[in-house]
């Protein structure tokens, strides 16, 4: 018997929910990577001198070279391997974690936080890949609400664990911390996932890969310097912008016709996966673009704590997570039609109430109340979208498909991020942005709070409008079981 026959039905034998929960394991340093660094941008602007508009670029950088990766991950999972894939995803990414609590400057930052999105790029997806192949459709939700647990644990425990080493410890710690998971990923994903699969080799679209990876670092490129410059006349805007549109028209010109693209958009015409996949791409540019906003405007207008401004958003994370659960078992049995639009709106009256209220005085109780509901209807809408995106895929598309999913998510979120931080900075009531605000006097600072307060109140606003707008495309889903 061969080892292309026998790999199979060694992977059946395989307890899903195992490999789902090493797979949360890995995913958990990629989730918290995207949130801890939030609540510690205000004392990185302090230690490195940094204006918000090279700042941001701590987490649009790192966000941005996920996107970036992963186009790559399906062809790179049919050349080497899911599983080997995996694992030298991970040392890719505890190497690059290492290297950042080592920055020496904000540039230095920056730098290896890109080197760390390119090892977590490919964690997701391939992650995906490897659990669609071990799962069956009809428990696929359950398995993605499993998975989703890493989006719980990087809100709620990013927060709280990157304030309280910025306070108390060191901010190099939020990298450090990633080395001793990383190895008991390394150890558990070996002995546990099953054998790689024999696959055919496709050959690898460099023209694709060109096109696609420089045009999306373009695009978002130009719409940060847009808040460098005060708006988008500016050469240094346009021509970012129009080059990455150019690209990025380029690249779906090409994978729309040739026979091995580097991610095949040809999935979009299946109608779940293309309103699923246009759902995603608003929530995730609204949802995952406002998560810098939180810590920010407790630490700026507020005045707490980074500890403290990690422990206020608590309630937001623990929704998001405990509504994943259910949420899961919920999408296997109820059609996407009739319940992602529910999810939807639930978050887009979180975030409308949210944003109604904030102010310098609002009340905590109020504004966490609202944070119940904004994570509530997010950990409702973003695995379930993945899910009926995925499930009715063949064998051989799940690698595609899996990078297409995660290539929107990680990209919108980076997108989201940047027109986040270009809005408030457009906003901010101070000439010189943060830096100015943190040279205040207690006095001047008190005096500007209420202008502060409505700088961050604004800039939810984009936010809020493209989680509603997320329902239009939702609509389309499929009202039968």
Known sequence: MTTATTAPARAATRNPVTIALVLVLGSVMVALDQTVVNVALNHLSVTFDAPLATLQWVATGYSLALGAVVPVSAWAA?????????????????????????????????????????????????????????????????????????????????????????DDVSWRWMFFLNAPIGLAVLALAGRIFPADVREERRPLDVPGLLLLSPGLAALIYGVTAAGEEGGFAAAKVLVPLLAGAALVAGFVRRALRTPHPLVDLRLLRHRSFAAATGTLTLFSAGYFGSMLLLPLYLQVVRGESATRAGLLGIPFALASGLTMQVAGRIIDRVPPGRYLPCSILVAFTGFGLFTLQLSADAPYWALCATMLLMGAGGGGTMMPLVTVATRDLAREQTPSGSTLVNLVITTMGAAGTAVSSVVLAARLPVAGGLQAVHRLSADAHAALAPALADAFQRTYLPAAGLILAALVPALLLSRRK
Request: aromatic share 6%; charged share 10%; glycine share 20%.
């Open 78 to 166: 049919g050349r080497f391997g899911a599983k080997r894939l995996y694992l030298l995803a991970i040392v890719a990414f505890t190497l690059g974690s290492l290297l950042a609590g080592s920055a020496w400057n904000i540039q230095s930052l920056i730098a290896f936080r890109v080197l760390q999105g390119l090892g977590g790029g490919l964690i997701m997806p391939v992650g995906m890949t490897i659990l669609l192949r071990a799962a069956g459709p009809d428990r696929l939700g359950r398995l993605m609400s499993l998975l989703g647990l890493a989006i719980l644990v990087g809100p709620l425990g990013g927060p709280v664990l990157g304030g309280y080493l910025v």
